[in-house]
């Protein structure tokens, strides 16, 4: 099964400052990939798709990239609303549909 | 809007069982995939299973595979997620919820959009 790691498992950032996640595949995916946020006691809401599409009504400073085995989630410039866990997700053709441990922001 | 309710969780001891359900409305349910996903206490996201749209096909993770089992009944809108021989570790938040699409030229690009709520399982004796 292909696995999915993300790093840093967390990080501290002040507002308005640039955040990038990375997500690693373990075998290649293409772009195949989804973004989440998943904030304090909510369900996860879906930020990116196919590796790099904003989903609709998500705000322009997060911004998704990669292909193959590498992955990056950024948020341009962070906002106190970004508290939040972000995992990223394997969608291939394949099961499992193979989440990412995590990362954990905080404001600074 | 779509929605979705999960119901059935409680207190099981290990070795039980237990059936939960996911109540869709605001979609033709019949026309899409669904999973299971769950999250333990303080814990990340796991994927459990999946069914096909008519109900041809499942899946799960390995962790739950020959303990649990997916269905579905389009004319009810429901989805079910039977598990036996629980354990410990399977205590979690349950959450079920649609794998929606974007398709172009025959290719699609897949993610779960919405969740329900979840309902909590706990395994303890």
């Known amino acids: 099964d292909i696995q999915m790691t993300q790093s840093p498992s967390s990080l501290s950032a002040s507002v308005g400052e640039r955040v990038t996640i990375t997500c690693r595949a373990s075998?290649?995916?293409?772009?195949?990939l989804a973004w989440y946020q998943q904030k304090p006691g909510k369900v996860p809401k879906v930020l990116i798709y196919?590796?790099?599409a904003l989903q609709s009504g998500v705000p322009s400073r997060f911004r998704g990239s990669g292909s193959g085995t590498d992955f990056t989630l950024t948020i341009s410039s962070l906002q106190p609303e970004d508290v939040a866990t972000y995992y990223c997700?394997?969608?291939?053709?394949?099961?499992?549909?193979?989440f990412g441990p995590g990362t954990k922001v905080d404001i600074k | 809007q779509v929605q979705l309710v999960e119901s059935g969780g409680g207190v099981v001891q290990p070795g039980g069982s237990l059936r939960l359900s996911c109540a869709a409305s605001?979609?033709?349910?019949?026309?899409?995939?669904m999973h299971w996903v769950r999250q333990a206490p303080g814990k990340g996201l796991e994927w459990v299973a999946f069914i096909r749209s008519d109900g041809t096909n499942q899946y799960y993770a390995d962790s739950v595979k020959g303990r649990f089992t997916v269905s579905r009944d389009n004319s009810k809108n429901t989805m079910y997620l039977q598990m036996n021989s629980l354990r410990a570790e399977d205590t979690a938040v349950y959450s079920c919820?649609?794998?929606?699409?974007?398709?172009?030229?025959?290719?699609?690009?897949?993610?779960?959009?919405?969740w329900g709520q979840g309902t909590l399982v706990t395994v303890s004796s």
């Open positions: 075998q290649g995916i293409s772009n195949y």
């Open positions: 919820t649609k794998a929606s699409r974007y398709c172009i030229n025959g290719v699609c690009w897949y993610w779960f959009d919405p």
């Open positions: 997700q394997k969608f291939n053709s394949a099961p499992p549909f193979t």
């Open positions: 605001g979609l033709t349910f019949s026309g899409y995939d």
């Open positions: 196919a590796a790099s």
